[in-house]
């Protein structure tokens, strides 16, 4: 079975500062993995998705994030964060061949002037 | 274009009762996902439809179904409410549910029971 693990509940950052969101997953075979972002009473964007080929993925909104095959991890970074960008953050595995997704918990994400 | 429209947005239901949420996919999709969106449970998968059968279904009771109509629209029913089914249902919309496509969600259908 495939599942998720976000480890951080809850990050603070500064305006401006460098993003690192942690994603781990599970999943038998190689990986469909993606992030979204939800802002609250919306549902969810697409910031980027891994399905094969270059490790590295570019997302909207300056968003990119690195597939590590050997640490079954897809971190999501950002260089430097607006406030704009505070919301709730979830990474999701999926497969070949149908539309389910298993999510994170989410990681919510605070920004501080 | 327009995206995928979920209706109703709020709704306030009393133990025991019935719900009915409605979503409409994007133009052209043909695949239609719910999800279930608690505090405690987070996003669960609820059900996926493609040309109007059912192809995956997640973990939920009986209570919980859905259908998709031949213009790809689907609904999704609760029945017999409890509390713990207050939450936000998000439906989701992809062109071929191949799983390579990418999902877009609406805003989604807060369900409050009493």
């Known amino acids: 079975a495939q599942s998720v693990t976000q480890p951080d509940i809850h990050i603070t950052v500064s305006e401006g500062a460098s993003l690192e969101l942690r994603c781990n997953y599970s999943?038998?075979?190689?990986?469909?993995l993606f992030w979204y972002v939800q802002s609250p009473g919306q549902g969810l964007q697409l910031l980027l998705k891994?399905?094969?080929?270059?490790?590295l993925v570019q997302g909207i909104k300056g968003f990119e994030a690195e597939f590590k095959r050997s640490q079954s991890s897809f971190n999501l970074r950002k260089p430097s964060v607006h406030w704009s960008d505070a919301a709730e953050y979830f990474c999701a595995v999926g497969a070949e061949g149908n539309e389910k997704l298993t999510f994170g918990t989410g990681t919510r994400l605070t920004i501080i002037p | 274009k327009a995206g995928v429209t979920q209706t109703p947005r709020y709704l306030i239901k009393t133990r025991g009762q019935q719900v009915t949420l409605s979503c409409s996919p994007i133009?052209?999709?043909?695949?239609v996902s719910w999800y279930q969106q608690t505090p405690g449970q987070g996003l669960q998968f609820l059900f996926e439809?493609?040309?109007?059968?059912?192809?995956n279904k997640g973990n939920f009771p009986g209570r919980f179904s859905g259908r998709q109509f031949s213009n790809s629209r689907s609904e999704m029913n609760v029945s017999t409410l409890e509390l713990g089914d207050s939450a936000l249902y998000l439906c989701?919309?992809?062109?071929?549910?191949?799983?390579?496509?990418?999902?877009?969600f609406g805003a989604g259908s807060r369900l409050t029971v009493l």
């Open positions: 999943y038998g075979a190689t990986p469909y």
């Open positions: 133009s052209g999709h043909r695949s």
């Open positions: 439809y493609f040309s109007e059968t059912q192809r």
């Open positions: 989701a919309s992809s062109r071929t549910g191949d799983g390579a496509n990418v999902l877009t």
């Open positions: 891994y399905f094969s080929g270059d490790t």
